[in-house]
Structure formats: C-alpha cells, structure tokens
C-alpha cells in the first residue's frame, strides 16, 4: 500500500468516526428534545380543553342571561297583570251593591278561609271563590 492510500483511507476513517459521533450526539438530542416536547404538548391539550370548555360556559352563559331578561319581562308583565286584575275587582266592589258580601270574602280569605268556607259564608258560586282565593295569593306573592 503506499503512503498515500494510507492517508486517504486514515482520513475516510477518520471522518467516518466523526460523522458517526456526531449521529450518536445528534440522535441523544432528538430523544431528549422529545422527552421535552411532550410535557409541552400534554399541556397545550390541557389549555385547549379548558379554552372549548370556558367558550362554551361563556355561550351558556349569555343563553342564561337572554333567558333571565325574558323571565324578568314575563314577570313584569303579570305583576302588571294582578295589579290591572286588582283594580278590575276593586271597581267591581265599589259598583256593586252587594259589595259588603265581597269585603266580607277577602276579609275571610285573608284570614285564611277556603273555597268551601267562602261558597257557604258569602253565598258565592265556586268560580267565584276560587278567583277571589287567587287574587288574595298573588297579591301576598
């Protein structure tokens, strides 16, 4: 062999064992980089999940809230509804000659009497016992 293969060879070799270390350290990188990643990606998953789950409270919430303003709006509405119902039946006493027999009826139902107990008193007919009942609970309501 001459001196020259010699050399060549010697430096094939030479940079075969450097290309090979260099690999080893490389791929010891790559698992380590890795093992690092995937902490990273486990928790980007986690903050993922937890952003879709605040979005969708969030879409709740405002459904709640639209939900909130109607109920608020219905319950105006019927308070205006007893209030009108109240003045209707004041009206009704006032005019009616035998409006004593209705003071008499709410006294009674204020005091607690039932349905029976004001059809018998006051001489009344059921439908109107019961909405004389149901004035005096919304009014307590």
């Known amino acids: 062999m ?5 050399i060549v060879l010697l430096i094939s070799v030479l940079a075969l064992a450097v290309t090979l ?3 080893v350290y490389l791929l010891r990188e790559v698992r380590e980089l890795r093992q690092q990643v995937q902490p990273l990606q486990d928790r980007l998953t986690t903050v993922t999940k937890a952003a879709h ?4 409270l ?3 919430f405002r459904e709640l809230q639209s939900g909130t303003l109607g109920v608020t709006k219905q319950l105006h509405s019927l308070e205006q509804a007893n209030t009108d119902l109240q003045s209707r039946l004041q009206e009704v ?3 009616d000659p035998e409006s004593r027999q209705y003071q008499r009826a709410a006294k009674l ?3 607690g009497a039932s349905v029976e107990e004001l059809m018998q008193e006051c001489e009344l007919p059921r439908a109107e016992a019961e909405l004389l009942m149901s004035v005096h609970k919304h009014s307590n309501s």
């Open 53 to 56: 789950e605040v979005l969708r």
């Open 93 to 95: 006493a006032d005019q």
């Open 58 to 60: 969030r879409k709740e």
């Open 2 to 6: 001459s001196i020259g293969f010699t």
């Open 21 to 23: 270390a260099v690999s």
């Open 109 to 111: 139902v204020a005091s």
